[in-house]
């Protein structure tokens, strides 16, 4: 039986199991990113480029970003809002609440799509009330509300344990020193929470700018109208537009790489002057 | 004046009060009056009356769980009383928010905001006001430098070390002029040498800046060095207050003598100007003044008040109690301790005789302990061993009434 043991300090056991940590990653992830970038490059940079300005293919970028970002801005202020009087006021069915925010975590996306459709579609709860021009499925803002849907706790789950952790005193030495609610939360609170707002941020838009199954049934997928990015590699590829599709996929591959690596070192930027001593 | 310029020569030019501008004050600078409180359904602080004096700092010293934070966070404004009222110079503020209040609270951990720089920080009741900036930036100036913390002020709190927070935590507090100070436990997350060294700094600080301020903790020594008056909590009710050689010495409850450092204390009779306790007699014609011929009282008496002797003759000023035996002698750095068993025999008729002293062999020893502690150079004059027999004298004790019902008193 093969021993492993340490040779004159030099721990064998470490290479190999390093080794074998990459190895498992590389078919399972690091490969099939590769070949994205192989393929979607493989026939030159220039179709590459001309692929990535076709007209429908910029206008599912904007859209997906676009989108995204209100989705964001909604969720991170309720998410605030939600963190605030969750964590500062106790009242029956706290828990409930709590639980009810997170769902959306556990909800299939396809089923979040479906069920916003049954409420605002032309037949829905709500739809069936609404005039010809005032009806919201297939719009972009059916992306943004769908969006909202799947990405709902995230933001709220990286702010609240900030709250929770929070010492009241803070706030309360600023209610001693004169200041109101008001100031005490935009001058005290808010900067404190700095950082899980920023992670809170890139959590949701990464989430939402990849977000499929949800959007797939609410916008339509309708090209340079309601066609998110990642529906528009599903549609290129059903066509055989291997290279179109790579394109996009490449820019997405790449936009999650940036906001996960800020995401990585946010905490690290923005809570650097809350270490302890 | 004589103390600002001993202990901060540096500082001469700051002429400046920090205490709130105000016409000639009564003297009384905050007033708590009848105050009680219950957290659901226990009683956290039962009809507490107490006042600070302009200038004056007070020390309201409890065990944990004695209500002490409680009062404290009601003057602030951060709890409301369930009755009774707080009054600063002269006005009832019972019902104003802790806003506008003007106290000034120094919190337990400091509760500095980590986002805002030394300046920023001390700096912020002034924003808060919308003072005009120039005005703001003296202000700083001054506080920065009466706090001697120039060459930090562009630091962030964790930058810091403990008494250099404090230090931001109480110019924080005094850019605003505040009424009182409140401390919450100042020193506690503080390791023992630093303790020691901050409490003095803080004490001429505020003799410097004359803001009267109330203390709270549950450190004895801490209470009696900071305090002008200590008030002693126990159980939501004041027990006493009083200067720290009140309460140090003369003891009003059994429970301030044993809170306040080590107490012997002993069941006796009051008869005819003595402490009877069994067949001793303590002459006490003072102190017995107060009770009735043949009342119940309790003998107390702190382990340095004790005096010993190998002969009769005990130094005068030591009133003679007993005698007694050498138990046991540990010497504790700078003093030494003896345990010292006493004779004391029931009187007659009472069979239990349990007092009475025998042998000095661990396996029949009987007689009533007590705790004395000598100074070294008496220890080393006059050595004593376990068995000796000594006499034994008080140069000071306390004589109360001993209630066998708590609602007695």
Redesign the interface.
């Known amino acids: 039986m093969a021993r492993i043991r340490h040779v004159r300090g030099f721990d064998v056991a470490r290479p190999l199991s390093i080794a074998a940590l990459l190895g498992i990653m590389l078919p399972l992830i690091l490969l099939p990113l590769l070949s994205i970038f192989v393929y979607g490059t493989g026939k030159g940079l220039g179709v590459f480029w001309s692929s990535l300005i076709a007209p429908d293919a910029v206008f599912a970028l904007k859209l997906s970003i676009a989108t995204s970002f209100w989705a964001t801005v909604f969720n991170v202020l309720f998410g605030l809002f939600a963190s605030y009087v969750l964590s500062r006021y106790d009242f029956w069915g706290r828990n409930a609440v709590i639980v009810t925010i997170s769902l959306p975590t556990a909800i299939p996306t396809a089923v979040a799509g479906f069920s916003l459709l049954l409420l605002w579609g032309r037949y829905g709860m709500i739809g069936q009330f609404l005039t010809e021009d005032q009806q919201i499925m297939f719009t972009p803002y059916a992306i943004i509300l769908a969006n909202i849907f799947v990405t709902f706790p995230l933001a709220f789950g990286v702010i609240k344990p900030v709250f929770d952790t929070m010492s009241r005193s803070m706030e309360e030495a600023s209610a001693t020193i004169g200041a109101t609610r008001l100031q005490t939360f935009w001058h005290v609170t808010l900067p404190s929470l700095r950082g899980a707002i920023v992670s809170g941020a890139l959590l949701t838009f990464a989430r939402a700018i990849g977000e499929f199954g949800s959007t797939i049934l609410v916008s339509g997928n309708l090209a340079g109208r309601t066609q998110t990015a990642p529906l528009y590699i599903f549609a290129k590829f059903n066509e055989g537009q291997i290279e179109a599709a790579n394109a996009i996929a490449i820019v997405l591959a790449l936009l999650s790489f940036v906001i996960f690596s800020v995401l990585f070192f946010a905490r690290d930027w923005f809570d650097i002057d809350t270490q302890e001593v | 004046m004589m103390a600002r310029m001993a202990l901060a020569p540096d500082s001469g030019s700051l002429h400046v009060s920090w205490a709130p501008e105000r016409e000639k004050s009564s003297g009384v600078a905050a007033s708590v009056r009848g105050v009680s409180k219950r957290f659901k359904k226990s009683s956290v602080l039962k009809d507490v009356s107490f006042d600070v004096a302009e200038g004056e700092s007070l020390v309201l010293l409890g065990a944990s769980g004695s209500g002490k934070t409680t009062i404290l966070r009601i003057i602030?404004?951060?709890e409301q009383p369930d009755s009774g009222y707080v009054i600063l110079h002269g006005k009832d503020v019972t019902d104003l928010?802790?806003?506008?209040?003007?106290?000034?609270?120094i919190?337990?951990?400091y509760?500095?905001?980590?986002?805002m720089t030394v300046e920023k920080n001390i700096a912020?009741?002034l924003?808060?006001?919308h003072s005009p900036w120039k005005e703001r930036k003296e202000a700083v100036n001054q506080l920065i430098k009466l706090v001697q913390l120039e060459e930090h002020r562009k630091k962030?709190p964790?930058?810091?070390?403990?008494g250099q927070q404090q230090r931001v935590a109480i110019a924080?507090?005094l850019a605003?002029k505040p009424q009182v100070l409140l401390f919450d436990e100042p020193f506690g997350a503080l390791d023992a040498q630093t303790r020691v060294h901050l409490r003095r700094e803080i004490r001429s600080l505020l003799k410097q800046v004359k803001v009267p301020a109330i203390f709270i903790t549950h450190d004895q020594e801490e209470a009696l060095e900071l305090g002008d008056r200590i008030a002693v909590l126990n159980d939501g009710h004041l027990e006493q207050i009083g200067t720290p050689d009140d309460v140090y010495n003369h003891p009003a409850t059994e429970y301030v003598a044993t809170f306040l450092g080590a107490a012997n204390l002993l069941l006796g009779v009051a008869t005819q100007g003595t402490v009877e306790i069994g067949t001793a007699k303590l002459p006490a014609e003072k102190e017995t003044r107060r009770f009735s011929e043949g009342q119940s009282v309790k003998l107390v008496f702190r382990p340095e008040d004790v005096c010993i002797s190998q002969d009769a003759n005990l130094p005068s000023g030591c009133r003679r109690l007993t005698n007694g035996v050498i138990q046991e002698v540990n010497f504790v750095g700078a003093y030494e301790r003896l345990t010292v068993r006493l004779d004391l025999t029931h009187r007659k008729g009472e069979t239990d005789g349990l007092y009475q002293v025998t042998i000095n062999t661990p396996e029949r020893m009987t007689g009533v302990p007590i705790m004395v502690t000598r100074p070294k150079p008496e220890a080393t004059a006059m050595k004593f061993k376990p068995g000796d027999r000594v006499a034994i004298g008080l140069t000071s004790f306390s004589v109360l009434p001993n209630y066998t019902l708590a609602r007695q008193r």
Do not use: M
């Open positions: 602030a404004g951060l928010p802790a806003r506008e209040r003007g106290v000034g609270v919190f337990q951990a509760a500095l905001f980590p986002r912020y009741g924003k808060i006001r962030y964790w930058q810091l070390s403990g924080r507090t605003y």
